[in-house]
């Protein structure tokens, strides 16, 4: 007999995934080029040259004992530096090596953050601003806390402060921060940083302990012109920030990213061991040691990413002229439109006639929007227009 | 105010750890060559040459999005089918791609394991077999649910079958097998697989659930002449391997193994789905890509493992010869002698003196021994032997 909890799930996939198991299934019914599959948020653009070229180096250049060996399980010296130095350079921080736990990507990384600040089977509570990434309630849930779900402003997808005033309380422990925002595409501006701190702040004195923002951010350098994504740090001291290279290095399959906190974090002598005591409970041994030393040598690097800039003035642009209600994505390759019905799921099954695939809000724990990302090649994100454009005459 | 529970440990380093930083620091005060530190169980032999040669002709011949992309959280299908292929062939078992679930490296394997076959904060037990890696009782109490320690049968290191059959109980829910086992060196013997097995169908049978054997197996490939290692599964079907090749490909920065079960364990039907749900909640989101690659292309190569049966001869005869009480090891890079005082703390305390870093049994739940790890230099083994013989000298 398996374990009741987990066995009772077993095998249960994610919205997304099955939408995006029927695209596969669908194209080999109808041929690739007529399914437009906008459902998983997977970079479409190649590493830049550098990240094979570093790899292939160091593999030529070094004992393989050492480019291959147990890093420590904190990351290694040198990396961590690197990433100090570049982020003290890009937002003029003062970091160093033991402000930098390296991680198994942002999603390692935010487990990670949510049990160093929480106490399993308390009644501790995380907040989350909705819509967020579905991942994010089995992360703290698996964690053995609350998650709170707090709704955004959903004219502009800003944090909607009224509502979270209400949602913190005495066992609030952390606030999850996701700007660009998945699903919205929302960059956080910079007034609702500072509004955001000053409650915080004000709530952490109340009662007497730091509430933390943990501040996920594999999206961070995807943001568009005219935008800049405020460095939470700057802001508020107790920001725990959760980065991954799986976006700006586009090698979401080589699983790495860092936690990074201030000398100036509530507990800091114990913040790193205590993020270090649990990744050991996790069995998260180490991070990928090869792929340590190539972000070390690529840390200032990034993939083109232009073209989601393209596809996202392309595709906001032609669904605002249908007629469609959207707000302006700030960054990622996501926009988040409101369905022509009440419900999502109805609405992602008519766009279904048209083979466009796109994912139901319900799944990001809000209703009556979907999800479309845009990671995709221009040409598809085109040749969809006018298929948006049936569908919404179908409605109208 | 961080977690409770983990921040009361953070920074706390095993016994290990510290004997091997020790070394680090004594070896800038007497030089390198002087410090004779067998303290750490990292591989010392490269990884052959297909690694590097294949790592960089995937690279070089396919589309990086492919090469660095997120692959499936369960792991690659081309990837499990050439493990389930290379596995069929060598044990004569019956694999197939969805009995393999790819894992960061054997820890994250085991911790899968447990989640799977228990429930948090249940009265459920795992057994585990002193001595054993310490990690174990980190993994099992970390999943919420009991570890009992079973002592072996010190004058071979087999399982003491008296004890085990005592500790067996209603809560049992599985036991951890390390063979070739660290740190004895030992090689559960057919015979000991085979009383093993009798005993836990007698009891899944008795209280109407499996009883698991979680067979924790990186050592597999380095076992010595006129030795091998009975494929578990073959004897005691509710078995689930874990292994890593970290050893056999001497790749253990970059966190690469699998777990394995065939279809007639029980719950057959269940057990990918659950092992994926647990991943899921761990934020295991998936294996390093570039190397799953390398393993399906390299899988049934090794690193050139034979020096690590030189150092096992000579260390083992050169002990024996000076007087100390100690079993041959079997497999591994590990030897498991007697301390020549009861108290083994103060024994390593003593063999310091010498610059031999050796590191004390309670670290292994069990009192009066030390392990010495031999995955070093030769000439470091034998410019050892005289050291160990004036230690031994000091005693008689």
Known sequence: MLSKKYSKVAGQSSVIRQIFEFGKKRALEVGAENVFDFSIGNPSVPAPKSVNETAIRIMNENDPCFVHGYPSA???????EAIANSLNKRYAMNYHKNNIFMTNGAAAAI???????????????????????????????????????????????????????AAINEN????????????????????????????????SNKYGRAIYIIADEPYREIVFSGYTVPYIPKYYKNTLVCYSYSKSLSIPGERIGYIAFS??????DLMFGTIGAVAREMSYVGVPSLFQM?????????ADISVYETNKNLIYNALKDIGY?????????????KCLEDDANAFCEKARNYD???VPSDSFSIKGYFRLSYCVPTARVEKAIPLFEKLYKDYN
């Open 74 to 80: 904190v990351g290694y010296d040198d990396t961590r």
């Open 325 to 337: 209600s959207v707000v302006e994505p700030n960054g990622t390759f996501y926009i988040f439109p």
């Open 356 to 358: 466009l695939l796109i």
């Open 111 to 165: 487990t990670l953050c949510f049990r160093a600040v929480s106490d399993y089977g308390s009644n501790d509570e995380i907040i989350v601003i909705a819509p967020y990434f579905p991942e994010y309630k089995c992360f703290i849930e698996g964690s053995g806390v609350k998650c709170v779900e707090v709704e955004a402003d959903t004219k502009d997808f800003q944090i909607d402060f009224d509502k979270l005033s």
């Open 263 to 268: 000398d100036e974090i509530e507990d800091a």
């Open 172 to 203: 609030t422990r952390a606030i999850i921060l996701n700007s660009p925002n998945n699903p919205t595409g929302v960059v956080y501006s910079e007034e609702t940083i500072k509004t955001l701190s000053s409650i915080l702040e004000e709530a």
């Open 294 to 302: 190539v972000v070390r040598d690529c840390v200032d690097d990034t």
